[in-house]
């Protein structure tokens, strides 16, 4: 079957714009994560959904980002008033279930802030 | 917070050389994953491993947990340049997201 996708697969954006960076998990995976990754470095956690409970938004940067899930499907990352330092790449990872199942990634996002 | 520190950062080799990569931690996880990253593309995972002291074979890959779990090695033998990649060591905890290491960039030369 598919894998996790996303899209787009690369973003330039000017400073100050907004973005929004859309992932398609596994079908039937209840949990959706989203991570950044910073040049060949590892991942920082963002958010994680599971099922209609209440994300964990507590690796939110700041305010200016934000995320949604609807329909338990496709999850929406968004980055208003964008920074340089936004600049990475955005990964997408869905399960079967919670935390410790297997994650499988999508091929991420690559966001350039200029 | 949890953290987790990966050794070496980088690490260039002939084909054919053996080397070990290390993931370490002053905490306790309950398990330990180990995941591949090519170039343009999202971690794939290699192996989870559970048990303290437990060693889990994949071909060429020799994953070792370590006794206390706060550890874990990762040992490839006879590097080939299929090999090249980032490794990421994943430490997961029961009702914490995985915390990630900051991942070693192998490269195998021919």
């Known amino acids: 079957g598919a894998g996790v996708s996303q899209s787009p697969s690369n973003k330039v954006t000017e400073k100050g714009k907004d973005v929004e960076l859309r992932c398609d998990p596994i079908s039937g995976h209840t949990a959706l994560y989203w991570y950044r990754q910073s040049l060949g470095q590892g991942l920082e956690f963002l958010i994680y959904f599971q099922g209609n409970s209440a994300p964990d938004k507590s690796g939110l940067p700041s305010d200016r980002f934000s995320a949604e899930r609807t329909g338990g499907s496709v999850s929406t990352l968004t980055i208003q008033r964008t920074q340089q330092e936004d600049s990475a790449v955005y990964l997408c990872a869905s399960s079967l279930g919670p935390f410790q199942e297997t994650q499988y990634f999508g091929p991420g996002t690559r966001l350039l802030v200029l | ?110």
């Open chain 2, 1 to 110: 917070t949890q953290l987790l520190e990966q050794s070496p950062q980088f690490l260039s080799i002939q084909e054919g050389e053996n080397l070990t990569v290390y993931c370490n931690s002053s905490s306790v996880f309950s398990s330990l994953q180990w995941y591949r990253q090519e170039p343009g593309e999202g971690p794939v995972l290699l192996v989870t491993v559970v048990t303290g002291g437990e060693v889990k074979k994949l071909k060429r890959l020799t994953f070792q947990f370590g006794d206390a779990r706060k550890d874990s090695s990762l040992h490839i033998t006879a590097a080939q340049p299929g090999d090249t990649g980032l490794y990421l060591c994943a430490g997961a905890n029961a009702g914490n997201m995985l915390t990630f290491g900051g991942g070693t960039r192998l490269m195998v030369k021919p």
